[in-house]
């Protein structure tokens, strides 16, 4: 997929594979609905949920009646609260027009002074 809608389950479920593994979406975070799925790509529902089935089977997501379908705990490279953080942190740092470069030195060097000095 190069920057086009997909189409196909397959191109949903590399999507939305390749969100989960690079840590866009964090573990437990929810993903929409079949149905909202399929409207947002303009697929038909059977080829939304066909994605779905392939990922719940991989382990990469979870689907609960009540809670929704989320990314399953250990599927991400990153944890929920780290990806919400993160998202924060990409938020404040436009709005304050920080650029990308800057922040990415400022988490380093706040990483490594937490990493060498843990808080006690």
Known sequence: MTGTTPSSADEIDALFRGAIRSGQLGDGERLPTVRQTA????????TAAKAYKSLERDGLIV???AAG???????????????EHARALAEASEGALVTLEDTIA???????TEATHPPA
Do not use: E
């Open 106 to 112: 400022i988490l380093r060097a706040v990483w490594r």
């Open 39 to 46: 409207r947002d790509f303009g697929v038909a529902q059977a």
């Open 63 to 65: 689907t609960r009646t």
């Open 69 to 83: 379908t989320r990314v399953a705990p250990g599927a991400s490279r990153a944890p929920q609260a780290v990806i």
